[in-house]
C-alpha cells in the first residue's frame, strides 16, 4: 500500500494543498502509484481515493485524460506517437503504422521482450516537427522530432542494447 511504503511523500504532496483543496492531489499521488506498480490499477485509483477522501470515479477519470497516466501494464519505455491532425498531416499516421508493422505490433501493444509499447497520443505541441513521438522512460519523458522509420528503429536499438541499464 502506498500510505504504507511512502507516508512523508504522500504528506509532502498533501502539504502543497490547502486541505480544502487535498483532492488536487490526485495527479502527483496517481504517478506515485504509477512509480510503484508500473501502472495505475484499479486498486492504485482506490487507493489514491482513499488517501483522498474522495469517490474513485473522481479519480480513476484522470488516468484515462491523461497520456502519462496508464491504465494498463506497458513496457519499460512508452513511445507514444502523436497523430493529432497536425500532425498527421505530416506523416504521423503512416509513421505510426510503419513503426508497429516493423516492430511486429499493434498500436498500443508491447513488444515481445516487453521493452517497447508504442501508444497513439494527442498533440504534443511539435506540430511543425512531425513525425513525433514522446518517449516515457524510467529516467524521465524524451521528445524525439522530425523522425522517420529508421532514426525511430535506430533509437529502439539503442534502448535494447541498454538492456537493464536504464
Known sequence: MLVDKYPKEIDRILAKFPPERKRAAALPLLYLAQREYGHVSKEAIREVAGILDVDPTQ???LVGFYSLLHAKPGGK????????????LRGAEEFAEELCDNLRIKMGETTEDGLITVEEVKCLAGCDKAPMFQLQAPDGIHYFENQDLDSAMEL?????QRGDDA
Open 59 to 61: 479519480v480513476g477519470g
Open 77 to 88: 519505455y512508452r513511445l507514444q506517437v502523436c497523430t493529432d491532425l497536425p500532425c498527421a
Open 156 to 160: 529502439i536499438e539503442e534502448l535494447r
